[in-house]
């Protein structure tokens, strides 16, 4: 196991495509939350600022990070694409290597790259909270720090889809279109054939909403004086947004899909002719 690690990382720390991917991804998560708390943005009771302050940032800062999940299954898809673009998978087998240490070597760079992603996270909302924050009672500091395990889960569960795919087509391009297609147009559309109830159990829908967009009047009520953040106001109590899923049960669901991901990926590995 160690030398399929080892062999893992010399292969993807040496590859031009993963660093262009991996900076472009720590770039943009930088200029947006950069941009954003230059913004100052305040209505009553409410302001950008607060977005930033914790324990507002622990939910507001996976979110944004969600939005760049993309380009991590790019990433995937690439690695994955090459292995057969470059016979890398055949030679590993005729080395000696078996079906499922080729799977371990890519759920090893799978979980390297959701570590520095959820890493990512966590550096910035700590740089970006004390700078931001005033007021650590009650626990401010670490409340709702669970969210970074939850992002995890999610950046797992979209490369996981993203490898299964480049196994599927061995190859890069197709894998990459389609990923994109489905994730933005054609699950979306097939969910507009099912009732509601429904909607929330499809793959991306599961994934995408382990993190979901901040309750921005929440935490604006939660803010005033005197609330403590008891009944507080929100989106979907008022009805302008649909009920989600309890976020244990979406949890599950997404490791769920990320089983089936990865055990389909497994036994395609195990059919193909490297």
């Not at 800062?61 to 991590?72: E, H, R, T, V, Y």
């Not at 929330?200 to 005033?224: D, H």
């Not at 106001?233 to 976020?247: C, I, K, N, T, Y």
Request: net charge positive; aromatic share 16%; proline share 4%.
């Amino acid at each position: 196991m160690r030398s399929i690690i080892l062999n893992e990382i010399t292969k993807t720390w040496s590859y031009r495509a993963f660093q262009v991917i991996i900076l472009l991804h720590f770039t943009l998560f930088f200029l947006v939350v950069l941009a954003t708390s230059r913004m100052d943005i305040t209505i009553p009771g409410f302001s950008t600022e607060t977005l930033y302050q914790f324990p507002n940032i622990w939910e507001f800062f996976p979110w944004i990070a969600s939005w760049f999940n993309l380009l991590l299954a790019i990433l995937i898809i690439v690695m994955t694409g090459n292995e057969y673009a470059f016979r890398t998978f055949r030679q590993h087998v005729v080395d000696g290597l078996s079906r499922i240490q080729l799977l371990s070597g890519k759920g090893f760079l799978i979980l390297m790259v959701a570590v520095y992603s959820v890493l990512m996270v966590l550096l910035f909302s700590l740089v970006f909270g004390f700078i931001f924050s005033s007021d650590y009672s009650d626990g401010a500091f670490v409340k709702k720090t669970y969210i970074l395990l939850v992002y995890f889960v999610q950046a797992i569960a979209y490369m996981s889809a993203g490898f299964c795919l480049a196994v599927l087509f061995r190859n890069t391009a197709l894998p990459i279109v389609l990923f994109i297609l489905y994730r933005l147009i054609i699950e979306p559309v097939i969910r507009l054939f099912f009732p509601p109830e429904a909607r929330l159990y499809f793959p991306m829908k599961v994934i995408s909403n382990l993190t979901p967009m901040p309750e921005f009047l929440s935490i604006a009520s939660g803010n005033q004086p005197g609330t403590n953040g008891v009944d507080t106001l929100s989106f979907r109590e008022m009805g302008l947004m649909a009920e989600d899923l309890p976020v244990y049960l979406n949890l599950l669901l997404a490791l769920g899909y990320t089983a089936i991901f990865i055990s389909l990926a497994y036994l395609l590995l195990r059919k193909q002719n490297l």
